[in-house]
T-cell receptor, first 113, second 111 residues
Framework: DSGVTQTPKHLITATGQRVTLRCSPRSGDLSVYWYQQSLDQGLQFLIQYYNGEERAKGNILERFSAQQFPDLHSELNLSSLELGDSALYFC????????????FGPGTRLTVT | GESVGLHLPTLSVQEGDNSIINCAYSNSASDYFIWYKQESGKGPQFIIDIRSNMDKRQGQRVTVLLNKTVKHLSLQIAATQPGDSAVYFCAELYNNNDMRFGAGTRLTVKP
Protein backbone atom coordinates (compact mmCIF):
# COMPACT_ATOMS: atom_id res chain seq x y z
CA ASP A 1 0.00 0.00 0.00
CA SER A 2 1.59 3.25 -1.19
CA GLY A 3 -0.51 5.49 1.06
CA VAL A 4 -2.07 7.24 -1.93
CA THR A 5 -5.81 6.73 -2.21
CA GLN A 6 -8.02 7.17 -5.24
CA THR A 7 -11.76 7.08 -5.64
CA PRO A 8 -13.72 5.68 -7.25
CA LYS A 9 -12.02 2.44 -8.19
CA HIS A 10 -14.21 1.93 -11.22
CA LEU A 11 -16.33 4.35 -13.20
CA ILE A 12 -18.59 3.63 -16.14
CA THR A 13 -20.18 6.52 -17.97
CA ALA A 14 -21.48 7.52 -21.38
CA THR A 15 -19.91 9.65 -24.07
CA GLY A 16 -20.40 13.36 -23.58
CA GLN A 17 -20.58 13.08 -19.82
CA ARG A 18 -18.34 14.62 -17.18
CA VAL A 19 -16.66 12.82 -14.29
CA THR A 20 -14.47 13.74 -11.35
CA LEU A 21 -11.70 11.53 -10.06
CA ARG A 22 -10.35 12.09 -6.58
CA CYS A 23 -6.92 11.55 -5.10
CA SER A 24 -5.53 11.87 -1.60
CA PRO A 25 -1.73 11.97 -1.44
CA ARG A 26 0.42 10.27 1.15
CA SER A 27 0.52 12.07 4.44
CA GLY A 28 3.10 14.84 4.22
CA ASP A 29 3.41 14.81 0.45
CA LEU A 30 2.87 18.20 -1.15
CA SER A 31 2.95 17.24 -4.80
CA VAL A 32 0.32 15.36 -6.78
CA TYR A 33 0.64 14.01 -10.31
CA TRP A 34 -2.00 12.64 -12.64
CA TYR A 35 -1.34 10.01 -15.29
CA GLN A 36 -3.41 8.25 -17.91
CA GLN A 37 -2.62 4.65 -18.80
CA SER A 38 -4.20 3.18 -21.89
CA LEU A 39 -3.32 0.11 -23.91
CA ASP A 40 -2.23 2.03 -26.98
CA GLN A 41 -0.59 5.04 -25.34
CA GLY A 42 1.05 3.54 -22.29
CA LEU A 43 1.55 5.70 -19.22
CA GLN A 44 1.19 9.38 -20.03
CA PHE A 45 1.86 12.24 -17.66
CA LEU A 46 -1.05 14.67 -17.51
CA ILE A 47 -0.41 17.32 -14.89
CA GLN A 48 1.37 18.06 -11.62
CA TYR A 49 0.36 20.21 -8.66
CA TYR A 50 2.59 21.31 -5.84
CA ASN A 51 1.09 22.75 -2.68
CA GLY A 52 -2.02 23.91 -4.50
CA GLU A 53 -0.32 25.38 -7.54
CA GLU A 54 0.03 23.89 -11.00
CA ARG A 55 3.68 22.92 -11.45
CA ALA A 56 3.88 21.13 -14.78
CA LYS A 57 1.67 20.11 -17.64
CA GLY A 58 2.02 17.12 -19.86
CA ASN A 59 -0.28 15.65 -22.46
CA ILE A 60 -3.47 16.87 -20.90
CA LEU A 61 -6.40 17.60 -23.16
CA GLU A 62 -8.29 20.88 -22.90
CA ARG A 63 -11.38 18.85 -21.92
CA PHE A 64 -9.51 17.74 -18.80
CA SER A 65 -8.71 19.91 -15.82
CA ALA A 66 -7.39 19.38 -12.34
CA GLN A 67 -6.93 21.17 -9.08
CA GLN A 68 -5.30 20.65 -5.72
CA PHE A 69 -7.16 21.82 -2.66
CA PRO A 70 -5.80 23.37 0.57
CA ASP A 71 -5.95 19.98 2.28
CA LEU A 72 -3.72 18.75 -0.61
CA HIS A 73 -6.20 16.32 -2.09
CA SER A 74 -6.64 16.63 -5.82
CA GLU A 75 -9.39 16.15 -8.33
CA LEU A 76 -9.16 15.43 -12.02
CA ASN A 77 -12.16 16.53 -14.05
CA LEU A 78 -12.82 14.91 -17.39
CA SER A 79 -15.55 16.42 -19.55
CA SER A 80 -17.17 15.77 -22.93
CA LEU A 81 -15.97 12.23 -22.58
CA GLU A 82 -15.11 10.20 -25.64
CA LEU A 83 -14.66 6.48 -26.09
CA GLY A 84 -10.91 7.04 -26.34
CA ASP A 85 -10.82 8.43 -22.82
CA SER A 86 -11.38 4.96 -21.46
CA ALA A 87 -8.25 4.20 -19.48
CA LEU A 88 -6.72 3.80 -16.07
CA TYR A 89 -6.09 7.09 -14.36
CA PHE A 90 -3.38 7.12 -11.75
CA CYS A 91 -2.56 9.68 -9.17
CA UNK A 92 0.90 9.80 -7.63
CA UNK A 93 2.40 11.92 -4.91
CA UNK A 94 5.86 12.97 -3.83
CA UNK A 95 7.11 14.73 -0.77
CA UNK A 96 8.15 17.83 -2.66
CA UNK A 97 8.26 19.10 -6.21
CA UNK A 98 10.99 16.67 -7.26
CA UNK A 99 9.36 14.10 -9.47
CA UNK A 100 11.74 11.19 -9.34
CA UNK A 101 10.35 9.31 -6.37
CA UNK A 102 6.63 9.18 -6.78
CA UNK A 103 4.17 6.93 -5.00
CA PHE A 104 1.27 5.79 -7.11
CA GLY A 105 -2.28 5.13 -6.05
CA PRO A 106 -4.25 2.07 -7.16
CA GLY A 107 -5.88 3.94 -10.03
CA THR A 108 -9.39 4.61 -11.28
CA ARG A 109 -10.56 2.56 -14.21
CA LEU A 110 -12.76 4.72 -16.43
CA THR A 111 -14.93 3.10 -19.06
CA VAL A 112 -16.74 5.33 -21.50
CA THR A 113 -19.53 3.61 -23.40
CA GLY B 1 10.37 13.38 -31.47
CA GLU B 2 12.42 12.21 -28.55
CA SER B 3 11.04 9.28 -26.66
CA VAL B 4 11.75 6.56 -24.19
CA GLY B 5 11.37 3.02 -25.41
CA LEU B 6 12.07 -0.56 -24.53
CA HIS B 7 13.91 -3.13 -26.59
CA LEU B 8 11.68 -6.08 -25.68
CA PRO B 9 8.03 -6.15 -24.73
CA THR B 10 8.25 -9.52 -22.92
CA LEU B 11 10.87 -11.39 -20.98
CA SER B 12 10.58 -14.87 -19.52
CA VAL B 13 13.15 -16.15 -17.04
CA GLN B 14 13.58 -19.14 -14.78
CA GLU B 15 13.19 -18.64 -11.06
CA GLY B 16 16.58 -18.02 -9.52
CA ASP B 17 18.12 -16.66 -12.69
CA ASN B 18 19.13 -13.05 -13.14
CA SER B 19 16.92 -10.81 -15.28
CA ILE B 20 18.00 -7.91 -17.41
CA ILE B 21 15.45 -5.45 -18.71
CA ASN B 22 16.61 -2.88 -21.22
CA CYS B 23 15.52 0.59 -22.17
CA ALA B 24 16.64 3.04 -24.82
CA TYR B 25 16.29 6.77 -24.49
CA SER B 26 17.01 9.59 -26.85
CA ASN B 27 17.01 12.75 -24.75
CA SER B 28 20.56 13.39 -23.61
CA ALA B 29 19.32 16.25 -21.42
CA SER B 30 17.38 13.98 -19.07
CA ASP B 31 18.29 14.45 -15.41
CA TYR B 32 17.04 11.22 -13.91
CA PHE B 33 16.07 7.79 -15.01
CA ILE B 34 13.68 5.72 -12.99
CA TRP B 35 12.49 2.15 -13.02
CA TYR B 36 8.95 1.29 -11.94
CA LYS B 37 7.31 -2.07 -11.40
CA GLN B 38 3.62 -2.51 -12.04
CA GLU B 39 1.83 -5.62 -10.87
CA SER B 40 -1.51 -6.59 -12.28
CA GLY B 41 -4.29 -4.37 -10.96
CA LYS B 42 -1.95 -2.03 -9.13
CA GLY B 43 -0.27 1.28 -9.72
CA PRO B 44 3.40 1.56 -10.66
CA GLN B 45 5.82 1.11 -7.80
CA PHE B 46 9.13 2.97 -7.63
CA ILE B 47 12.08 0.57 -7.72
CA ILE B 48 15.23 2.55 -8.22
CA ASP B 49 16.48 5.67 -9.90
CA ILE B 50 19.78 6.97 -11.18
CA ARG B 51 21.06 10.43 -11.82
CA SER B 52 22.43 11.26 -15.23
CA ASN B 53 25.91 11.83 -13.73
CA MET B 54 26.11 8.24 -12.50
CA ASP B 55 26.58 5.02 -14.43
CA LYS B 56 25.55 2.46 -11.83
CA ARG B 57 23.39 2.27 -8.78
CA GLN B 58 22.53 -0.73 -6.65
CA GLY B 59 19.55 -1.50 -4.51
CA GLN B 60 18.25 -4.61 -2.87
CA ARG B 61 18.60 -7.32 -5.56
CA VAL B 62 18.38 -4.65 -8.26
CA THR B 63 21.02 -2.75 -10.16
CA VAL B 64 20.47 0.01 -12.67
CA LEU B 65 23.11 0.72 -15.28
CA LEU B 66 23.22 3.85 -17.36
CA ASN B 67 25.27 4.06 -20.53
CA LYS B 68 25.08 7.61 -21.76
CA THR B 69 27.30 6.90 -24.75
CA VAL B 70 24.67 4.72 -26.35
CA LYS B 71 21.73 6.18 -24.40
CA HIS B 72 20.84 2.91 -22.79
CA LEU B 73 19.41 2.04 -19.41
CA SER B 74 19.06 -1.38 -17.91
CA LEU B 75 17.58 -2.95 -14.82
CA GLN B 76 19.18 -6.09 -13.47
CA ILE B 77 17.26 -8.22 -11.01
CA ALA B 78 19.31 -10.81 -9.18
CA ALA B 79 17.90 -14.22 -8.28
CA THR B 80 14.54 -13.49 -9.87
CA GLN B 81 11.56 -14.65 -7.84
CA PRO B 82 7.93 -15.32 -8.79
CA GLY B 83 6.99 -12.10 -7.00
CA ASP B 84 9.08 -10.20 -9.51
CA SER B 85 6.62 -11.04 -12.27
CA ALA B 86 5.20 -7.72 -13.40
CA VAL B 87 5.50 -5.04 -16.06
CA TYR B 88 8.60 -2.91 -15.69
CA PHE B 89 8.71 0.65 -16.97
CA CYS B 90 11.66 2.87 -17.44
CA ALA B 91 11.08 6.58 -17.29
CA GLU B 92 13.19 9.58 -18.01
CA LEU B 93 12.85 12.90 -16.31
CA TYR B 94 14.01 16.21 -17.64
CA ASN B 95 13.44 19.75 -16.47
CA ASN B 96 12.63 18.20 -13.08
CA ASN B 97 8.98 17.77 -13.96
CA ASP B 98 8.57 16.24 -17.39
CA MET B 99 8.52 12.48 -16.95
CA ARG B 100 8.21 10.21 -19.97
CA PHE B 101 7.57 6.51 -19.61
CA GLY B 102 8.55 3.68 -21.86
CA ALA B 103 6.03 1.16 -23.14
CA GLY B 104 6.95 -1.41 -20.50
CA THR B 105 8.39 -4.93 -20.47
CA ARG B 106 6.40 -7.81 -19.06
CA LEU B 107 8.61 -10.06 -16.95
CA THR B 108 7.38 -13.59 -16.37
CA VAL B 109 9.20 -15.80 -13.89
CA LYS B 110 8.85 -19.52 -14.50
CA PRO B 111 9.04 -21.84 -11.48
Amino acid sequence: DSGVTQTPKHLITATGQRVTLRCSPRSGDLSVYWYQQSLDQGLQFLIQYYNGEERAKGNILERFSAQQFPDLHSELNLSSLELGDSALYFCASSVNGASYEQYFGPGTRLTVT
Amino acid sequence: GESVGLHLPTLSVQEGDNSIINCAYSNSASDYFIWYKQESGKGPQFIIDIRSNMDKRQGQRVTVLLNKTVKHLSLQIAATQPGDSAVYFCAELYNNNDMRFGAGTRLTVKP
